[in-house]
């Protein structure tokens, strides 16, 4: 086991390990339980999404699919950061790559491609390298755009 991942026996020793309030701990593992016992994550909305079903655990029906009780020793943590993958924002375009203006009409002879523009799939991402292929069939577009126009 990698020394990143934390390991115990209870939720208690595990809290000790990460360094938070056990009984803090205990009391979120305690109210997550009810939920997830009744299906539903009021917090996150674990479960509910296709998303979630797609990478869920397909044996299982409705929102169990990602949503389960944490009851079972050993406990395990791991310390999760911010990041950056991609954006959401930038730039919106056309279908050919242009860039749009404030007025939704194509600024002349902007384009637009990767992560400089709006994500072309919008909220959603599939998965490990789910920004490369919009990146290069608008590099490709946006290529192809440029050229019409010269030509």
Known sequence: MPEWVKRAETVEGLAAQIGIDAAALTETVARFNVHADAGHDPDFGRGTSAYDHFYGDRLRSGTAVTLGAIREAPFYAVEISSGLLGTNGGP????????????????????????????????????????????????????????????
């Not at 990767?114 to 919009?134: E, K, M, Q, S, V």
């Open 92 to 151: 919106r375009t056309d279908g050919q790559a242009r860039i749009l203006g404030h007025d939704g009409a194509p600024i002349p002879g902007l384009l637009g491609a990767g992560n400089a523009i709006a994500c072309p799939t919008g909220g959603i991402y599939a998965g490990a390298g789910g920004t490369l292929g919009p990146a290069l069939t608008f590099g490709y577009i946006a290529g192809r755009t440029a050229a019409l126009a010269n030509a």
